[in-house]
C-alpha cells in the first residue's frame, strides 16, 4: 500500500480500537511522500485529538521546512488491518561525532541536526493511540536497528513515563535521564492559593522584594502575530547580548534556529501553541520569554532578560509573572524543561523527568570509542591520585604558607 492510496481513508473510518489484537504493522516511505504523509499526519491528528507539540503536523512541517534540506529523513507509518493509527519521522544525523569519529545516528522525531542549530527537542512523541506507545515505538526501535550503516539509535528528549514499558524491553539501550523542573498550577488552582505560596520562604523573600523594587512591573502576554515578533526580536537582541558578553555565541546566532521560531510563530500563535510573554517596569523591558504549549503545559523555552540592577533579578521577575499569567488563562502547569539550575528549582514545586535513549551497534568504531572513553577515564582519575598524594606529603611550611595566602 502506497503512502497516497493511505489518504483515501476519511477520518471517520480511521477511529482506533486500542484493545484491538491485531497487531500493527510498519511501513517506511520515503521524503518524496512528504505531502501526502503531512496529510495523513493531518487526519490522524484529528482522530486522536492530539495536543502534544513536538509530534504535532504544524511542529514536524515547521522542522522540515527549514530543516529538511539539511537533514535526510522518512516516515514511519503504524498500520492496523490496513488503516493508519500512527506515524513518526526518522532522521539522519549530520556531523554527529565521538572524539576523533564520525558517527552515522538515526533519530525519532525533529532531532538530528547540527549542533550550532539544534531545537534540542524536548518532550518529543510518537502520534498514535496511547495505547499503541510501546508496540509502535518497539517496531520503530527493531527497524533503526537493522538500518546495519547506523552507529547508534536514539530516542531524543522523549517523556520519560510514556516509554517506560519500552525501556523494560530494552535492557540494552543506555539512557540518560534529566529533570525537568515544573509549577504545578492545577494542584494551585485547586487548593485556591496563590504561585508564590508553594515555593521555600527564600524565593517569596526574593520575589516580593524584587517586584517591590521593581515598582510597577507588569506582565504582557503576546496574542497577535505582530505583537509576538516584536517582542521575539526584542527577546533575541536581550537573549544574544547577555550569552556573548560572556563568550558564548547564543542559540539564535544559528540562522536556521532564528528562521525556524519565526515561522512557527507565525503558524502557531494564531492556534495558541506558542506565546510570547514579556514584562516592563515603568518604559524598560526587563526580561522576554518564549513559551510553547504542549496538553494544557507552558514550556518555557528560551528568554532575554535586561542586565541585573544591583539586588533586583529580573529573571526572578520575568518567571514568577509568567507563572501568575498562565495560571489566570487556566493553564495546568509551567515547565522549565530539562537541566539542573538553582533557579528552576527554586521557582518550582514538581519535577519531570525526560529521556534521551542510545543503542549502540557493537562495530569496531564504537569498540575504539569505548576504550578511549577508558583510558580517558582513568587517566582523571590518576591525575586526582597523583595530585591528592602530592598535597598529603607536601611539607608543611608555616612561612611559606604565610606569604602565599598574603600573595592571594
Known amino acids: 500500500m502506497s503512502a497516497a492510496s493511505l489518504l483515501l481513508t476519511p477520518p471517520e473510518q480511521m477511529t482506533l480500537s486500542p484493545a484491538s489484537d491485531v497487531a500493527i504493522r510498519l511501513k517506511v516511505v520515503s521524503a518524496s511522500s512528504r505531502a501526502e504523509v503531512l496529510s495523513l499526519w493531518r ?56 572524539g576523533p569519529f564520525n558517527l552515522k545516528t538515526c533519530h525519532v522525531g525533529t532531532a538530528g541536526e547540527l549542533d550550532s542549530d539544534s531545537l534540542c527537542v524536548e518532550y518529543n512523541s510518537l502520534l498514535c493511540d496511547p495505547a499503541d506507545y510501546p508496540e509502535f515505538a518497539q517496531l520503530i526501535w527493531d527497524w533503526m536497528k537493522r538500518q546495519t550503516s547506523c552507529d547508534e539509535v536514539r530516542l531524543d528528549g522523549f517523556d520519560t513515563p510514556s516509554i517506560e514499558l519500552f525501556l523494560a524491553q530494552n535492557p540494552d539501550a543506555e539512557v540518560d535521564r534529566k529533570p525537568s523542573y515544573f509549577v504545578d498550577l492545577k ?25 517591590r523594587d521593581l515598582g510597577n512591573a507588569k506582565g504582557e502576554w503576546a496574542d497577535t502575530v505582530t505583537r509576538a515578533e516584536e517582542l521575539f526580536h526584542q527577546m533575541t537582541r536581550l537573549h544574544q547580548a547577555h550569552w556573548t558578553s560572556g563568550g558564548y ?53 528560551q528568554c532575554g532578560r535586561a542586565p541585573a540592577n544591583g539586588s533586583i533579578s529580573n529573571g526572578v521577575a520575568l518567571d514568577y509573572l509568567c507563572i501568575c499569567e498562565s495560571l489566570r ?21 514538581d519535577r519531570a523527568e525526560l529521556s534521551w535513549v542510545t543503542w549502540r551497534r557493537p562495530t569496531l568504531k564504537n569498540h575504539a570509542i ?8 582513568v587517566s582523571a ?22 606569604l602565599s595566602k598574603n600573595n592571594l
Open 43 to 98: 487526519k490522524l491528528e484529528l482522530v486522536l485529538s492530539n495536543q502534544r507539540l513536538t509530534c504535532s503536523s504544524l511542529w514536524t512541517e515547521t522542522w522540515l521546512t527549514h530543516y529538511g534540506e539539511t537533514v535526510s529523513y522518512r516516515f514511519a507509518i503504524g498500520l492496523r488491518d490496513g488503516v493508519a493509527c500512527g506515524v513518526a519521522l526518522l532522521t539522519e544525523g549530520v556531523g554527529q561525532s565521538a
Open 329 to 349: 488563562r487556566g493553564y495546568d502547569a509551567v515547565d522549565f524543561l530539562a537541566g539542573e539550575t538553582e533557579h528552576k528549582r527554586r521557582l518550582s514545586t
Open 381 to 402: 582519575n590518576l591525575g586526582r591520585s597523583i595530585g591528592f598524594v602530592q598535597a598529603a606529603s607536601r611539607p608543611l611550611n608555616s612561612e611559606s604558607e604565610s
Open 249 to 301: 555565541p547564543g542559540v539564535y546566532a544559528s540562522r536556521r534556529f532564528t528562521e525556524f521560531h519565526l515561522d512557527l510563530l507565525h503558524r502557531a500563535v494564531p492556534s495558541g501553541k506558542m506565546g510570547l510573554f514579556g514584562v516592563t517596569a515603568g518604559d524598560r523591558l526587563i526580561g522576554c520569554c518564549q513559551i510553547l504549549v504542549d496538553r494544557q503545559r507552558i514550556l518555557h523555552y
Open 370 to 377: 569505548d576504550a578511549l572513553r577508558h583510558l580517558k577515564s
Open 187 to 211: 494542584s494551585v488552582r485547586e487548593n485556591g492559593e496563590e504561585p508564590i505560596m508553594r515555593l521555600g520562604a527564600q524565593t517569596r523573600s526574593k520575589i516580593r522584594r524584587t517586584l
